[in-house]
């Protein structure tokens, strides 16, 4: 399958001679390590073409930079010092632990980006530090330097307890339809922890974004199809969502990520909200990693320039 996005955005995919650019090995034990654990590589079959050796070379720069930042960062641990431990009392009576990143050099004159993280299955619990432990990529991204310094930001990192999930649906069925799987209690608590902490924080309400791996692909399809008018620009990694929502998103700037070789949630999942948003009118962002199974957060956080992409996104008025 060709991985496509906007004109002039192809991302890997077939080589000239039918066969396909997969990454082995290495990459697999990336995604699976989330870069949390020691050194790593990617041994690229079928890569003859060209075209296809340049972008095999881009993902594997975007690694090495991921790789750079985690160990700037001092390690995971050290997040447990950036990201402020709290608590939030839902208006059903339950509450939502979460970790919050505060921009640096916070300055209440001005307005900051939000990013919403979703953590996956793995991190769920009340300890308030596996969504962060579990799969630390994204969060180590975006306490590094590289984008706190260029684009200072909030960083919302909620915990779904334990035997509850983002979204009420089977993980291996993939697409669903809200109209039969109401929001869950654990995502409209996120809902309004987010809006409590817009009036707590200067946020920039037309850069609030949200991205989430697994379970929290699925919740973050489905919190942008209920909450359209909320976020500008959304990142779900193997997840799935309702493609008849998807004329309510299409104006919304999104790049999915999934691996073909996804043996937990369908690649079907993300494949089906993309055709969906397309026609519907929208310009999705999708990349498919070949022989890639379900660890595909790995490549995805460190694609080439998507917090750049990310960041550049703003809410039409």
Same mark, same amino acid.
């Given at each position: 399958m060709i991985?496509?996005?906007?004109? $002039?955005?192809?991302e890997e995919g077939l080589c000239q001679d039918g066969g396909q650019a997969r990454a082995g090995s290495?990459?697999?034990e990336v995604g699976q390590a989330g870069f949390n654990g020691g050194g790593f590589g990617a041994d690229f079959e079928c890569v003859s073409d060209?075209?296809?050796?340049?972008? @095999?070379?881009?993902w594997l720069a975007g690694a090495v930079a991921l790789a750079a930042t985690v160990a700037? @960062?001092? $390690?995971?641990?050290?997040?447990?010092?950036?990201?402020?431990?709290?608590?939030?009392?839902g208006s059903d009576g339950g509450k939502l632990l979460y970790?919050?990143?505060?921009?640096?050099?916070?300055?209440?004159?001005?307005?900051?980006?939000? #990013?919403? #993280?979703?953590? $996956?299955? $793995?991190?769920?619990?009340?300890?308030?530090?596996?969504?962060?432990?579990?799969?630390?990529?994204p969060f180590l991204a975006l306490a590094g330097d590289a984008v706190q310094d260029k684009h200072p930001c909030i960083v919302v990192a909620p915990q779904c307890p334990g035997g509850k999930q983002w979204v009420n649906w089977p993980w291996g069925k993939g697409s669903y339809s809200q109209d039969k799987v109401p929001i869950s209690a654990e995502l409209k608590r996120v809902l309004e922890a987010l809006a409590q902490l817009r009036t707590e924080f200067q946020v920039d309400a037309r850069r609030v974004y949200v991205t989430g791996m697994s379970m929290g692909g699925y919740g973050t399809w489905d919190i942008i199809a209920r909450e359209p008018k909320l976020f500008a620009a959304a990142m779900p990694v193997c997840g799935a969502g309702d493609p008849?929502? @998807?004329?309510s998103i299409a104006k919304m700037a999104v790049w999915a990520?999934?691996?073909?070789?996804?043996? #937990?949630?369908p690649v079907s999942g993300s494949r089906e909200m993309v055709e969906a948003l397309k026609k519907a009118g929208g310009k999705p962002r999708y990349n498919e990693f070949p022989g890639v199974g379900h660890a595909s957060w790995g490549p995805a956080y460190a694609t080439e320039r998507l917090w750049e992409w990310l960041f550049a996104q703003k809410r039409a008025e």
């Open positions: 991985l496509s996005g906007p004109a $002039g955005h192809a290495g990459l697999a060209r075209r296809e050796r340049v972008r @095999a070379l881009h700037a @960062a001092g $390690g995971v641990d050290d997040l447990k010092t950036a990201f402020e431990a709290r608590e939030f009392a970790r919050l990143l505060r921009p640096k050099g916070y300055d209440p004159n001005k307005t900051y980006p939000l #990013v919403l #993280v979703l953590h $996956g299955a $793995g991190g769920r619990g009340g300890d308030n530090w596996g969504q962060i432990k579990d799969q630390p990529a008849s929502r @998807a004329p990520f999934h691996g073909d070789k996804d043996g #937990v949630v």
